[in-house]
């Protein structure tokens, strides 16, 4: 199973950004992803989850209205497209995968991480 994430970087306040994760290594139908992220100094928390199935989501209540999860079962990728991003979006961004039929939201719950990509939030 491996999971690599890309597309953080550097962006002003207010600004856009999309992150993906492309995923590889086992069948989809029951599985679980999920965006978390880690800020210097402070615990990884959850952003936002899909099932890959069904394509049911989830949001962190800071980030609700403001990011989209998607994936694309066609070439098993799975998207955040990031808006109106702020200085407290800044952090490391994680995705990970867990089988399961029931969006999760603690880290613990997920079996399998990416690398991590750093998003920057600055002016």
């Known amino acids: 199973v491996q999971l690599v994430e890309s597309g953080g970087g550097l962006v002003q306040p207010g600004g856009s950004l999309t992150l993906s994760c492309t995923v590889s290594g086992f069948t989809f139908g029951t599985y679980v992803m999920g965006w978390f992220r880690q800020a210097p100094g402070k615990e990884r928390e959850f952003v936002s989850g899909?099932?890959?199935?069904?394509?049911?989501?989830d949001y962190a209540d800071s980030v609700r209205g403001r990011f989209t999860i998607s994936r694309d079962r066609a070439t098993n990728t799975l998207y955040l497209q990031m808006n109106s991003l702020n200085a407290e979006d800044t952090a490391v961004y994680y995705c990970a995968g867990v089988r399961s039929s029931l969006l999760r939201r603690l880290s613990f719950d997920y079996d399998h991480w990416g690398q991590g990509t750093q998003v920057t939030v600055s002016s």
């Open positions: 899909i099932t890959w199935s069904g394509g049911f989501t």
